[in-house]
């Protein structure tokens, strides 16, 4: 899916067992959480500022709903996991956080799906018409300049953890 990235590699896995067998595991996994977190942390709020980047006609906003561009920056998510086979850092933004309807519309704007009509509520009276939405890559272009960073962020806590096992 492309509104996701995850930074989970071989190495973190294996520094996760390994620290099932040290003394202080609880301690290691509170730090290796938090550097983590850390890494992946300053995505969130640019590609938050990218969605609300996106054109938009305000037209829920005049209407009291929550717009497609409002919901989706709120469903924005950092998880992070440091035990079993999953340990690792991924951002995604999360369908379970849109409203009711609206869970495939995120990777709809991202461009994952084809373009995607929306009714036309423009002419009171008449005949429902039909637009065609356009995909506004959002999470994609945000993930490629942070990559690199999250990678070296990973692989420095994997370093400074098995470093403090190894005391």
Do not use: C
């Not at 938050?48 to 054109?55: Q, W």
């Not at 340990?87 to 369908?95: E, L, S, T």
């Not at 506004?136 to 990559?147: D, G, K, L, N, W």
């Amino acid at each position: 899916m492309a509104e996701e990235m995850s930074a989970d590699t071989r190495d973190l896995r294996r520094l996760v067992q390994s620290m099932r067998g040290a003394s202080n595991a609880k301690d290691l996994r509170k730090i290796l959480r938090r550097q983590l977190t850390a890494a992946g942390k300053p995505m969130i709020p640019v590609i938050r500022s990218e969605i609300m980047g996106i054109p938009s006609q305000n037209q829920n906003n005049a209407l009291g709903r929550p717009g497609l561009r409002k919901s989706t920056a709120r469903a924005v998510r950092l998880q992070v996991a440091t035990k079993g086979g999953r340990a690792g850092v991924v951002v995604r933004v999360d369908p379970k956080k849109m409203p009711t309807g609206q869970h495939n519309l995120p990777a709809y704007l991202e461009g994952t799906f084809t373009p995607w009509k929306s009714p036309n509520w423009k002419q009171p009276g008449h005949r429902v018409t039909w637009k065609v939405q356009h995909h506004h890559p959002y999470f994609a272009p945000v993930a490629q300049r942070f990559e690199p960073r999250v990678r070296a962020a990973v692989a420095d806590a994997i370093n400074e953890i098995e470093r403090q096992i190894q005391r």
